[in-house]
């Protein structure tokens, strides 16, 4: 048996209060790092109570410690981005991993898609990735570990999906191009590409469309949050030491033909 054994590691997830980000951050804790869970703190206070609530599942597993903590910064904004790397670190004292996961969708034909709509999707998904990236690379750790959520739309192409599938595309090529930078400290930079998840975002996706989307899946099931956790525990680990500059696509076996 060969462990996956993150103790005395310090994870930062963005956009972990639900979905995707929520699993994540879950899965590293129960490897045994330390968890800073990120939100953007919405008007309306929901994200936060659910990122409170993910904490509170966390500590609810490990009383003793208390290793994890909910930390607000909207990643479109470089001030609160670094805010919120500060924070971590004044918790926790050191950051090995960053698993950039906060995302949106606007989805649009191009013909009816605003600027605005263009604009909010590339701010948050490649620009924020950016913004993590940018304010975390010169304190993580040496053998630390960036974990970028890329997705197969980059690839397929997805009708009403512009802003979406270019900012997917970006976050593959920061990818490679941080992976060169950050080697020489032997920090490994990797993005994982997701097929349709049976999260909130996935369940927004018309009835008929998923029902033809999931004929093009070879294992002939949407993937569950914890099949892309666990690509991105691999990731985190020392397991991947030698794996850097990849966008691993975790869809089922669907790709483009």
Same mark, same amino acid.
């Given at each position: 048996?060969?462990?996956?054994?993150?103790?005395?590691?310090?994870?930062?997830?963005?956009?972990?209060?639900?979905?995707?980000?929520?699993?994540?951050?879950?899965?590293?804790?129960?490897?045994?790092?330390?968890?800073?869970?990120?939100?953007?703190?919405?008007?309306?206070?929901?994200?936060?109570?659910?990122?409170?609530?993910?904490?509170?599942?966390?500590?609810?597993?490990?009383?003793?410690?208390?290793?994890?903590?909910?930390?607000?910064?909207?990643?479109?904004?470089?001030?609160?981005?670094? @805010?919120?790397? =500060? !924070? %971590?670190? &004044?918790?926790? $004292?050191? #950051?090995?991993? /960053?698993?950039?996961?906060?995302?949106?969708? +606007?989805?649009?034909?191009?013909?009816?898609?605003?600027?605005?709509?263009?604009?909010?999707?590339?701010?948050?998904?490649?620009?924020?990735?950016?913004?993590?990236?940018?304010?975390?690379?010169?304190?993580?750790?040496?053998?630390?570990?960036?974990?970028?959520?890329?997705?197969?739309?980059?690839?397929?192409?997805?009708?009403?999906? @512009?802003?979406? =599938? !270019? %900012?997917? &595309?970006?976050? $593959?090529? #920061?990818?490679? /191009?941080?992976?060169?930078?950050?080697?020489? +400290?032997?920090?490994?930079?990797?993005?994982?590409?997701?097929?349709?998840?049976?999260?909130?975002?996935?369940?927004?996706?018309?009835?008929?469309?998923?029902?033809?989307?999931?004929?093009?899946?070879?294992?002939?099931?949407?993937?569950?949050?914890?099949?892309?956790?666990?690509?991105?525990?691999?990731?985190?680990?020392?397991?991947?030491?030698?794996?850097?500059?990849?966008?691993?696509?975790?869809?089922?076996?669907?790709?483009?033909?």
């Amino acid at each position: 048996m060969i462990p996956i054994d993150l103790s005395g590691t310090v994870a930062l997830v963005t956009g972990a209060s639900q979905g995707l980000g929520e699993a994540t951050a879950l899965m590293l804790h129960r490897a045994g790092a330390s968890v800073a869970v990120n939100f953007w703190d919405d008007p309306a206070g929901a994200n936060r109570l659910r990122a409170e609530a993910v904490v509170a599942r966390m500590d609810a597993q490990d009383l003793s410690a208390r290793r994890a903590v909910a930390i607000p910064a909207d990643v479109r904004r470089p001030a609160e981005v670094a @805010a919120m790397v =500060a !924070a %971590a670190i &004044a918790r926790f $004292g050191r #950051l090995d991993i /960053v698993v950039n996961n906060a995302g949106i969708l +606007r989805d649009r034909t191009l013909k009816n898609m605003s600027d605005d709509e263009w604009q909010a999707v590339i701010d948050t998904n490649l620009t924020g990735v950016f913004n993590v990236c940018k304010a975390a690379a010169p304190v993580l750790a040496d053998g630390g570990r960036i974990v970028n959520l890329a997705s197969i739309a980059a690839s397929l192409g997805f009708f009403g999906q @512009a802003n979406y =599938a !270019a %900012a997917k &595309a970006g976050v $593959g090529g #920061l990818t490679r /191009v941080l992976a060169r930078e950050l080697a020489k +400290r032997a920090i490994t930079v990797n993005a994982v590409a997701p097929g349709v998840v049976l999260t909130d975002m996935g369940a927004t996706i018309p009835e008929a469309e998923r029902a033809r989307m999931l004929a093009q899946v070879p294992l002939a099931r949407f993937g569950e949050p914890d099949d892309i956790a666990g690509v991105i525990l691999f990731l985190c680990s020392r397991l991947s030491g030698y794996i850097t500059g990849q966008t691993i696509h975790v869809s089922g076996g669907w790709y483009p033909t």
